[in-house]
């Protein structure tokens, strides 16, 4: 992708955006892009102090939203929050990995440490774990014609166009199987449960 230069488009919302990622539309990883791409650099440049490696981080913010658009939900907050905060932990993933790879110049660790850690805590562990679990059930009991659109959407990084062409059938037939699929699975994973009852507490 190409820089959009130093203005941003207006934010897209966030709901219709999503549904047009799922459903492999182009246009709206564009407007994501275009919209909160100079945001994205920003937070991944404060981090890592390196525009070019800014540049890399924000590359693999917007392929991972692309490859797994559902992984953002509107519901939970913005898709500018989501963005800003998987900008920080991609940006400090490369900082580590840095750090690693410079035996020479024998880095600090104490500097690495002081590195805010933008990773979930205990409970969201806990309920991310739980929705993982969720999902695979869910995924499990799909019928097969879907599991595999589903499949090949989300886990295997392809359109619905694409996943037409791979499982031969009409691009319109992909394209009802996956609604129905993701239909299916919102149902199932709308209400997920709470660990701090499940706990008792």
């Known amino acids: 992708m190409e820089s959009t230069g130093g203005t941003s488009a207006p934010p897209p919302a966030d709901a219709e955006v999503h549904r047009r990622l799922v459903y492999g539309d182009e246009s709206a990883l564009a407007e994501v892009y275009a919209a909160y791409g100079g945001l994205v650099r920003r937070v991944a440049v404060r981090v890592t102090r390196s525009p070019a490696a800014a540049e890399d981080v924000a590359q693999e913010v917007f392929a991972y939203l692309w490859s797994r658009p559902y992984t953002f939900d509107a519901n939970r907050g913005s898709l500018r929050t989501w963005l800003s905060v998987l900008a920080h932990r991609r940006a400090v993933d490369w900082v580590r990995s ?4 410079r035996k020479d110049a024998g880095a600090d ?5 002081a590195i805010p850690d933008a990773g979930p805590g205990p ?16 995924l499990a009991e799909l019928p097969q014609p879907q599991r595999e659109v589903v499949h090949l959407a989300y886990f295997a990084g392809r359109t619905y166009r694409q996943a037409a062409v ?9 394209k009802t ?25």
Do not use: F, M, N
């Open 98 to 101: 840095e750090a690693r790879h």
């Open 123 to 138: 409970d969201e562990t806990v309920v991310d774990r739980e929705r993982s679990l969720l999902l695979h059930t869910a």
């Open 166 to 174: 791979e499982l031969g059938i009409p691009e319109g037939t992909a």
């Open 177 to 201: 199987r996956l609604r129905s699929a993701l239909r299916s699975l919102a149902e199932t994973l709308a209400d997920p449960p709470d660990p701090a009852l499940e706990r008792g507490a």
């Open 109 to 113: 660790d104490s500097a690495l440490q």
